[in-house]
């Protein structure tokens, strides 16, 4: 299954935009890790970026940069949404109210724990009535997210955008599902080559037997990051993406099967750094 | 992948080759559709939680004394346990093991809704954390209870498949955009049959939820009555075996025909007054279908019982179809069962056409004359060809289905 990704956005620790991560990426002795920096939304009106969660703010930062990079409307563009559980601030304070003596829920807190509150936020803020899905795979959660969005690309041939985030726990719940830190990816697919198109990409289904291990990402910090959050697990796509080259990245899915992509640069000025990813011949 | 887009044009029919569900109308499709016939309703007082609050559910009782014991205890939790018991129905597990013998365990898929999982689980550990260390109990199973995913990972444990497996959590259209989910796959060839649907089980996050918006009624829900006050919650497990149509399907077979999917880009938790949203998603679902409007023979509405949303789903509908369609909401059956209302209301419609009985709205005593479509409060046989399945959900997700029997 061949698609196009024509715009990406970015947002994680020491990684602050897309644009900003490339060099990161290429050569990842530039990475310094720091607490994930959320940009504000110039998509929601003021009262409504100061009440928004985490979740939320995530999606929409990477969501607004993918498109814009792309130049494509996003009111008319199909959105799938992939998180490994949801806004875990949110989760937290229901739960410890709910275990409290007065049980009165924030009716605003309730709205906020839905899964798919961000697909919510984003087709308000885009004006986009276009199909939005929400997805949770665990700690596949981006593996699935991909799946269903290359399929819905080929299968529908129109653009759709994918948006995988994940957020930690508070304590007690950091305790049994600790996660990486605060990590968001988007990438803006299409089933045929545009303009803004940056590479092809052909992804396969594969057992796990027959497939490679997992693609690692050859920067310790971000491969602890790729191995602790599930949304960093689009890491090894992203180098690939940011140095331009050929390569083939596997990405674990479920327990009995990976992922598997073939990237093709579309441009004239490849550059030559191969990232440390295995360069494959044609 | 020749063959596998379809941009824009109608998709390939789809046969729902066995289904199975549970509800507080019963086990099984027997008790499912005798309920149905006779207009018996599930509803009850809640007693589930000391609630400060008078409000009716839909509550299967059963599930209360079911466990999940030996390899699957780490998995044992209310939405789990509803679960399992609607897998054991009407031969659903066997005709699982077949579809297994004959693509193979890879090539069937899992894709599954759920809005809260297994939650409730969660809300009973927060009571009993560790007063010292403010720990939760060891034996909390984040992974297999909690977490939104571990529903699909249940059912594909049981049923002991290993093909592509995701939930979809867009709250109360989850287990209808699922078929969505599904199709696409099953056209993209990633699959060559799929499990889908879902539960939702009663937990104090959604009682508490909706009584804080405002919106759960304390009487048993009455859809588009000009009395309405809100929602009765429900519970509900219901899964459909989904896969291209053969030589073994007949016309007792039921297809899906389409799926039609919108957002309403206006609230997080109310519809769009105009009904704009519900009405791309039917639009969308008919173009899929390559059906008329005309075509179609009944309208299964999401029609929870609060005011807006009857109201919005009632415009939505008249602009679509207009007055001819005969329409009607079965909440008042069982109940809303959030996340899972998708597939229990898809399986509602799949035994209408197959009992040429077009149920009822138990509840509603006197329809809201500012409403336009042709609303139905007794239940009637009626033969049926096509119906429209709405699914609404917070976030402005919404999905429609068009289901038909094989002809």
Redesign the interface.
Known sequence: MRVYIEGVGLCGPGLDGWAASIPVLTDPQHHVWAPTRVPPSKLLPANERRRAVQTVRLALAVGTEAFVAAGRDPSETAAVFASSGGDGETIHEILSVLASLNRELSPTRFHNSVHNTPAGYWGIATASRAPAGSLCCHDDSFAAGLLEAVVQAIVEQYAVALIAYDVQYPAPLSDVRPIGAAFAVALLLTPMPTKAALAGVDLRLQPKSSAASATPVPAAALETLRQTTPAARSLPLLAALACRVEATVTIDYLADMALVLDITPISTDLMPEVCGLERVAR | ?SG?????AAMPPLALSNFSIVTSLGAGRAQTIAALYTGRHGLTPCTFESL?FMTYVGEVAEVDAYRLAGELSGFDCRNNRLAAMALQQDGFTGAIASARERYGA?RIGVFIGT?TSGLLQ??TA??H?DPVT???PAE?D??RTH????L??FVRTILDL?G????????CAATA?VF??AA??I??D?CDAAVIGGADTLC??TL???????VTADEPCRPFDVERCGISIGEAAGFVLLERVTERHDSSTILLLGVG?????????SPHPDG??PR?AMERALAAAGLKPSAIDYINLHGTGTPVGDAAEDRAVFDLFGAATPCSSTKGFAGHTLGASGVVEAIFCALSIQNEFLPGSPHTRRVDPAFKIQYVREGRHARIDHVVSNSF?????NCSLVLGRAT
Not at chain 2, 164 to 171: E, G, L, Q, R
């Open positions: 992948m596998a887009s379809r941009a824009g400060p890879d809005s969660t809300e927060y009571r954390l403010g720990r939760l909390f984040y992974t977490n939104t995913y571990a699909a990972r290993a592509p497996a995701f939930v979809v959590s867009t709250a955009k969505g989910s696409r796959m056209m993209a990633v104090a996050t508490f939820g909706f009584h804080a918006l405002g999917e919108s957002s309403d880009a206006y609230h997080m938790s704009v949203g791309l959900g917070f976030g402005g997700a």
